[in-house]
C-alpha cells in the first residue's frame, strides 16, 4: 500500500506519465523518516529540507501536495501505518516536479505530485556496534549546499552498489569528499569523540544536511558538550575515542571498527566507550516521542 497523489492506494494503482520530469531528470526530492510508536520524529525539520531542496525547481501549485499542510501529511502517515497492518515503520515522502513533456522546462512546473511509502524497521543494530568500511566512490560536490536529498540519487547508489560487492551485511560503507577529507556514510551521517568533544564533518564536504545529525549537535550544544565542525583527513579518526553514525531510521549507532580499501582495520572501538558518547546517546532517545 502507498499513499499517491493524495489517495490511498495498491502499489500497481500507482501511475506517472512518462514525460514526468522526476524520472527523467531527477527533478524533485525526498524525505525518509520514521515512526515511534506511531508519532513521527522531527518532521517538521524534515519538511523544512524538503522545501529547501524544491526550491529552486520553481515549482507551482504546491498546495495540493501533502507537505503543504504539516497536520495533513500526519494523518497520512497514520492512515499508511493503519493499512499496513500498524506497528512503527520507515517513511519515504517524494515529491516529483511533475509532467512538462520532453525536454528541459521553459518555465516553471506546475504538476507537481507526491507519494508516501514505507518499509519495515531495519534490524537493530548488534550490541558491539557496526563495521565501516572505507570506500572508493567519493562524495559528489552535490546540486545545491547545503545538500538535500534530490531524486537524482547516483552518487549514492553507486557507492552502495560497491559496498555490497565488498562488504559483508550489516556494514555500512565510509564515503570520502573529492577532496580525500572524511564525508559521511552511503546512508549516514558519521561522528566521533575525541579529547571529550564531539566531532563531525562539516557542510563544506558536500554531506547531506542530515535532520538528526543537527538534532544530535544540538543536544550536544544544549548540554555543554564541545563540537567541532570541520574538513579532516581519514588519518584523524586513528585518535578518536569512539565512532557513530546517524541517520532517521536508526539514530546513533556505535561503529567498532573501520575498514580501509584493503580490507585491514584502520581503527578499532576501546573496550568502553567515552562518557560523551554514552551521553549523547542518552540524550537523542530522551528526546524521542514518548
Not at 165 to 170: S, T
Not at 211 to 231: K, N, P, S
Amino acid at each position: 500500500m502507498l499513499i499517491f497523489r493524495g489517495e490511498l492506494r495498491e502499489a500497481h494503482e500507482a501511475h506517472i506519465p512518462a514525460d514526468d520530469h522526476g524520472l527523467l531528470y531527477g527533478a524533485g526530492a525526498f524525505e525518509t523518516f520514521r515512526t515511534w510508536g506511531g508519532r513521527c520524529f522531527l518532521l517538521e525539520r524534515h519538511r523544512e529540507r524538503l522545501w529547501r531542496t524544491l526550491e529552486p525547481l520553481c515549482i507551482e501549485n504546491t498546495d495540493t501536495l501533502l507537505v503543504a499542510d504539516l497536520p495533513r501529511l500526519e494523518r497520512a502517515v497514520a492512515e499508511l501505518l493503519a493499512a499496513s497492518g500498524g506497528g512503527d515503520a520507515v517513511l519515504r515522502y517524494t515529491v516529483s516536479a511533475g509532467s512538462a513533456g520532453f525536454g528541459l522546462p521553459a518555465g516553471p512546473y506546475r504538476e507537481p505530485w507526491d507519494m508516501l511509502t514505507l518499509r519495515p524497521l531495519p534490524p537493530a543494530p548488534p550490541p558491539e556496534g557496526i563495521r565501516l568500511r572505507l570506500l572508493e566512490t567519493r562524495r559528489d560536490s552535490g546540486e545545491q549546499r547545503p545538500r538535500g536529498k534530490s531524486l537524482a540519487w547516483l552518487n549514492s547508489l553507486f557507492a552502495w552498489r560497491e559496498l555490497q560487492a565488498n562488504g559483508e551485511p550489516g556494514e555500512q560503507g565510509l564515503m570520502l569528499d573529492v577532496r580525500g577529507s572524511i564525508c559521511e556514510g552511503v546512508t549516514c551521517n558519521i561522528f566521533w569523540i575525541q579529547d571529550g568533544a564531539l566531532c563531525t564533518p562539516s557542510l563544506d564536504t558536500g554531506l547531506l544536511a542530515g535532520v538528526h545529525r543537527g538534532h544530535l549537535l544540538e543536544l550536544a550544544q544544549g548540554a555543554g558538550v564541545e563540537v567541532r565542525e570541520g574538513e579532516w583527513p581519514l588519518s584523524v579518526l586513528e585518535q578518536a575515542q569512539a565512532v557513530g553514525v546517524i541517520n532517521a531510521a536508526t539514530g546513533p549507532v556505535s561503529v567498532r571498527e573501520i575498514l580501509g580499501l584493503d580490507g585491514k582495520p584502520l581503527w578499532r572501538r576501546n573496550a568502553v566507550a567515552p562518557a560523551a558518547f554514552s551521553r549523547m546517546v542518552e540524550l537523542y532517545h530522551a528526546s524521542l516521542p514518548q
